[in-house]
């Protein structure tokens, strides 16, 4: 029974190194597809289809060498879809020991530190990383999705507190299209574009920028169920790739890969628009586990 259960553990351990190693080192298909649309997109002896070039080289290259995709490591935040009654302590003991291993074979740079002291310990760990949220579901097996979140395109991420009388953009899908083209203007391609955009409309401040990244987590050829957020999705990204920005903001044709908008419900005192902005390393993998805690199967 005891060696069962080391068995169990250390399948798991071995199915995270894994899921570490093809987040960091391999763009996902259905991100890969809409790259090489963009490459196909810029004009030839353009800045655009130079830089376009440049990140499929690197996405080739990174692939063929299992190195990471970027320098920058990105926050690793790890969702848990697990059957009730699941020992999530444990389970993250397990997920720590696996980011340490990922980090010393150089799957994943050394690049998470400590906010006072701004010491890097090199090992990617330390308090809020990896970043978990446990999901319970009612599947016997486990299920885990990671995402390599970049450090410069969160920082062109946004919230707008609607109205945004400055843009005269209120609370309705009018409005919420004015501040996101408002949130790609004022990034100019800065965040390592062309990425995607993962939009929260409503929820609090906290909820809605969670919310904004769970879109992060659809694939970017799906069609959102709501027929006037499919709507506004697609014109969104029609009306980015016309601002001229183009990739790493050197002008072109392609400034936005994709956006997904989810909603929260919200309260009637606040309306938030919350932006999250996800740049060219588009580092986001899923699997599911059998029982005895290996891969069955990739969910990207
Ligand atoms: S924003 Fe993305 S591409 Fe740019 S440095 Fe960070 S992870 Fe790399």
């Known amino acids: 029974m005891a060696k069962k259960k080391e068995n169990l553990d250390k399948n798991l351990g071995d199915s995270i190194l894994e899921l ?35 990140i499929q ?16 490591t990105g926050t690793i935040i790890i969702k848990v879809y697990h059957p009730p009654g699941f020992m999530q302590q444990k389970f993250k003991k397990i997920c720590e020991k696996a980011v340490v291993k ?27 990383h990896p970043q ?47 501040v996101i083209l408002d949130a790609i203007q004022k990034a100019q391609g800065k965040g390592c574009g062309p990425g995607a955009l993962g939009i929260c409309i409503g929820g609090d401040r906290g909820s809605g920028q969670m919310h904004a990244k769970e879109q992060l987590l659809r694939k970017l050829d799906d069609t959102n169920p709501i027929p006037e957020l499919a709507k506004l999705e697609k014109d969104i990204v029609k009306t980015a790739n016309k601002l ?22 919200r309260l009637p005192a606040s309306y938030y628009v919350s932006i999250s902005y996800m740049c060219w390393a588009f580092r986001r993998q899923g699997i599911k586990l059998d029982k005895n805690n290996k891969i069955s199967k990739w969910l990207y």
């Open 102 to 128: 990922a980090t010393k074979l150089g799957y994943l740079r050394q690049n998470s530190v400590d906010s006072l002291t701004g010491k890097n310990d090199s090992m990617n760990i330390g308090p809020g």
């Open 57 to 72: 080289a690197n996405i080739k290259l990174a692939k063929m060498k299992s190195q990471p995709l970027c320098q920058d």
């Open 20 to 54: 570490l190693r093809i987040t960091s080192t391999v763009i996902p298909d259905d991100v890969q597809k809409v790259v090489l649309e963009a490459l196909k997109r810029e004009a030839k002896n353009t800045s655009a289809k130079y830089a376009m070039d440049i």
């Open 244 to 265: 001229g920005i183009g990739p790493m903001g050197f002008g072109g044709k392609t400034t936005l890969l994709a956006c997904k908008i989810g909603h929260l419900n």
């Open 132 to 178: 978990f949220h446990f999901i319970e579901h009612n599947k016997k097996s486990l299920e885990l999705k990671c995402m390599l979140k970049g450090g410069g395109c969160e920082n062109v991420g946004a919230q707008y507190a609607m109205p945004f009388v400055e843009l005269d953009a209120g609370r309705d899908l009018a409005g919420v299209r004015k």
